[in-house]
């Protein structure tokens, strides 16, 4: 069984910097991609930033290109999101998610972190 512990996150002012940490355990060589999505009350859970593990590829979604950078150390199993500029509606529960493929990956993880919450005021 996959386990994913995250840490990071916290309150900022609009235009700070917060970084977010994933690290995998009992790590299943079928994972191929984590990342992180984001869900605030009311609103449906969104992709934020995804990673290919031990590779290069990423992926962003339109609203944090620019801003957010995703990395990793591989033999670590962690991987990272370094959230920059960051804006009042980047306030959200950020929970690190991980799958086989990025399809299934951006579709709904099958393993999932417990969360942080990142907070950004005006």
């Known amino acids: 069984q996959v386990q994913l512990v995250e840490s990071g996150g916290g309150s900022v002012q609009a235009g700070g910097s917060l970084r977010l940490s994933c690290t995998a355990s009992?790590?299943?060589?079928?994972?191929?991609?984590m990342g992180w999505f984001r869900q605030t009350p009311g609103k449906e859970r969104e992709v934020v930033a995804g990673?290919?593990?031990?590779?290069?590829?990423?992926y962003y979604a339109d609203s944090v290109k620019g801003r957010f950078t995703i990395s990793q150390d591989a033999p670590k199993n962690t991987v990272y999101l370094q959230m920059s500029s960051l804006k009042p509606e980047d306030t959200a529960m950020y929970y690190c998610?991980?799958?086989?493929?990025?399809?299934?990956?951006?579709?709904?993880?099958?393993?999932w972190g417990q969360g942080s919450q990142v907070t950004v005021s005006a």
């Open positions: 009992g790590y299943s060589r079928k994972i191929y991609w």
């Open positions: 990673i290919n593990v031990g590779l290069t590829p990423t």
């Open positions: 998610a991980a799958h086989g493929t990025f399809v299934e990956w951006i579709r709904g993880a099958a393993y």
